[in-house]
């Protein structure tokens, strides 16, 4: 491979890698390049802008830059290269440019770049920022999938997406041909995607020795991730500044107090610069977001504005600023209290944070199969989180780390690394898609850490009940076709059952509005009792699956007649709803609807409000739910569930909540054990519709309970209903036999 070496007068240590037909030089290569203005971007051939050589020098500064010959020298020469470096080193914005640069060199041969992220925002923070450095248009050469978001382009050479959008390409694309060089980064999150893909990817690069694999980790996951993939290159990229870390101790037991004490601690000093503060949980975040507002307003404003910002890692949140972006604050000294919990880290994108508290614990969901449950468990982060939340801070020179918590603690309670979320979470879905790429002979998969065999057994279980498999344990047509949904399994069975029942455009509705955020907004302190006049107006009396098809319908209705986007964003704040939230509701329906329509499933016209479509509504939800029904025990709200003995309440905003109305037989749509156990998205059912859409292999295996007694007896009578019906019409075809049977009777 040839390759040319030009230099930038503004920087000697840049080096690009672009064929020779991209050289626009004659013979006066010198005085060329002696002018910035003419100088052209191989990516687009334009000319570069003078912001580009601002950017570069930012990025010269980054600890990954000095390591940038040994990378393109290791990536010419191995398949596979592994970067260990801390968060905000560069390694996730300057690894797929220089990738990108490889590919360019030997001319888009065997494909693009695409780099997977675990969080969808920080997809979409990358793309934007690489784009920007790369001097291309946002959409063109550089963009961005992430789930029910599509930002790229024909041109587009370098992709951001997450784990979860390129283990679905391989649905389609098995051996993933569009691509010459794959990077998998944020490894150490250990989702089950980018494990899935860590472990397929072997028998993919084995098909493709031309495809190349770059593997972003912490440091911690070094060791584990080279015997996972052998002797390979290694490059390890350090930190520059080292950061002040104070335990406080005592501070565990109180720490909602120490961390306030701190907040305002840290802005009445003389110190200036953000604040970062790691909680429990989305809770916590809402307890201290009130708190800190309530006693921000009363602080003196001589010390400047101090500026809360809830960061929900689950929720498409407004990100923090780059940089420059910082030099457009107004005059008065604004200091940010971000709070975020969990998976948090990766989020933080300011060089502007001075100042991170961590609590030391978090409430993560632990999947049990047996109950099909999730439990929320609090427990200890592990040592790798501890550090990359420290990590965050590296780039500043007086950072300062606030641990509520003992250096004992962290040695003794943390354990080293964080689990893999594959021995943790329900594996329905992840099964169903190995079931479909094993269609196209990828179905053996090395996991990095193999899941627990009662989980893997549990999946099986349910994708049979759910008629995803034939009796060889394949996938059968509807399993196929239940895969092509980007959707839970049983959402997914609901929207098939849906085509059979006439509700197509109902259930699309209702699969939308529970796949995105929650549609109700955060509420500030006080506000509880104008919010619930306002939700009231949307209740449906047959549960909460019918108030979320209300409330898209009134927000249809809103854009409808509304001049502006302003205009359906304050329609929104008046009904404490939340605009991005539908508005992602109404992108995850358009693209269901396309998919009904790709593969041509039937689409009957919408008869929401009809008696009869109520009924099908709910035979098409039992059909994907019929695992997930519970009965008041005791006409008091206490649910127990059918398939074991855990015992639950409504949520406190269900239909049935608000309404004072507790329904006997309920399906929901999520549960977890908690300290308050709610079950969540509820709508009532008649056990005699249950009965005659569950398949009647799962009613056996369900364990003995008396649920499952007084739905055996509405059985039986139903069952000998039937019979007499059916005992009737026999006798009604043959009259002159009636009379001897009801002798021998």
């Known amino acids: ?50 912001r580009y050589y601002k950017l570069l ?22 398949q596979i290269v592994i970067i260990s470096g801390e968060a905000k080193c560069g390694k996730s914005s300057q690894v797929p440019q220089w990738c990108a640069e490889y590919c360019l060199s030997i001319h888009y041969q065997h494909g693009g770049v695409v780099c997977t992220q675990v969080h969808k925002q920080t997809a979409v923070q990358l793309a934007l920022r690489v784009a920007d450095e790369m001097d291309v248009n946002i959409g063109h050469e550089v963009g961005y999938v992430i789930p029910f978001e599509n930002c790229c382009s024909s041109e587009t050479i370098l992709r951001y997406c997450t784990d979860d959008m390129l283990q679905r390409e391989m649905m389609s694309n098995p051996f993933l041909g569009s691509y010459g060089v794959i990077i998998l980064d944020d490894i150490h999150e250990r989702s089950i995607a980018t494990d899935v893909l860590l472990g397929l990817l072997k028998d993919v690069l084995l098909a493709r020795p031309e495809l190349k694999l770059i593997i972003n980790s912490s440091p911690h996951l070094i060791s584990k991730l080279s015997s996972y993939y052998g002797n390979v ?18 501070a565990q037991k109180e720490s909602f107090e120490s961390i306030l004490r701190l907040i305002f601690e840290i802005h009445h000093s003389a110190e ?43 929720e498409k949140c407004a990100l923090f600023k780059p940089p420059e972006e910082m030099e457009k604050r107004c005059q008065v000294y604004q200091r940010r209290v971000v709070l975020t919990a969990s998976s948090g880290e990766s989020l933080i994108w300011s060089n502007t944070v001075k100042f991170v508290i961590d609590v030391g614990v978090e409430r993560r969901k632990v999947y049990n199969p047996r109950i099909r449950a999730n439990s929320l468990v609090t427990q200890p982060i592990s040592q790798s989180q501890a550090e990359t939340r420290k990590q965050i801070l590296a780039s500043s020179s007086s950072g300062k780390l606030f641990c509520l918590y003992s250096e004992e603690f962290a040695s003794k309670d943390m354990r080293p690394f964080k689990p893999a979320e594959m021995q943790e979470a329900n594996l329905t879905s992840m099964v169903l898609f190995m079931k479909r790429i094993d269609i196209a002979g990828l179905g053996h998969c090395d996991f990095m850490n193999r899941p627990a065999p009662e989980s893997l057994m549990q999946a099986l279980e349910d994708l049979d ?48 509005m529970v796949t995105a955020p929650s549609c109700f907004s955060h509420l500030p302190h006080g506000a509880e009792e104008a919010a619930l006049t306002c939700w009231k107006t949307f209740l449906h009396p047959e549960g909460d699956h019918f108030t979320l098809i209300n409330i898209y319908k009134a927000y249809q209705d809103a854009t409808l007649n509304s001049t502006s986007e302003h205009c359906v964003e304050k329609w929104c704040h008046d009904y404490f709803l939340n605009c991005p939230a539908l508005r992602m509701a109404d992108v995850i329906r358009a693209e269901l609807l396309e998919i009904i329509r790709r593969i041509e499933l039937p689409y009957a016209e919408p008869a929401f409000g009809s008696k009869e479509n109520t009924v099908n509504i709910k035979k098409a939800l039992l059909s994907g739910y019929f695992m997930q029904i519970a009965r008041d025990v005791d006409g008091s ?44 998205i509820t709508s009532e059912i008649s056990p005699e519709l249950f009965i005659q859409l569950v398949p009647q292999y799962y009613f056996s295996n369900l364990p003995p309970s008396e649920n499952k007694d007084i739905l055996q007896q509405i059985m039986d009578h139903l069952s000998t209903i039937s019979t007499m019906k059916k005992e009737q019409k026999m006798c009604e075809k043959c009259p002159e036999t009636t009379e001897q049977r009801c002798t021998i009777q």
């Not at 800190?292 to 960061?311: A, F, I, K, T, Y």
């Open 637 to 680: 709200g206490n649910y127990l569930m059918l398939t074991h003995k855990q015992v639950a309440q409504l949520h406190p905003l269900s239909t049935y909540s608000i309404a004072k109305k507790m329904p006997e037989w309920v399906l929901f749509h999520k549960f977890s054990i908690s300290e308050n156990n709610y079950i969540r």
């Open 272 to 314: 200036k610069g953000d604040i970062v503060v790691f909680l429990a949980c989305e809770q916590d975040i809402e307890k201290a977001y009130e708190i800190v507002c309530q006693e921000g307003s009363n602080l003196n404003p001589d010390l400047g504005e101090l500026v809360v910002v809830p960061l929900y890692p689950k």
């Open 465 to 512: 009940y759910l008629a995803a498999l034939d009796n060889d344990g394949n996938l059968s047509e509807f399993g196929i076709i239940m895969s092509e949904f980007p959707l839970d399994p049983q959402l997914s069975k609901s929207i098939l059952a849906s085509c059979e029942f006439d509700c197509v455009d109902e259930m699309l509705t209702v699969a939308a």
């Open 1 to 50: 491979m040839e390759e040319e070496e030009l230099q930038c007068p503004n920087s000697s240590s840049e080096k690009r890698y672009f064929p020779e037909s991209l050289d626009s030089s004659d013979g006066d290569e010198e005085g060329i390049l002696a002018c910035e203005d003419l100088e052209l971007n191989p990516f687009d051939g334009l000319p570069y802008s003078s």
């Open 57 to 78: 020098k930012e990025r010269e500064d980054l600890p990954i830059w000095k390591e940038k010959y040994a990378f393109m020298e290791n990536l010419l020469q191995n």
């Open 233 to 250: 290159p290694l490059i390890e990229v350090k930190n520059k500044h080292p950061v002040d870390v104070v335990y406080l101790s005592g």
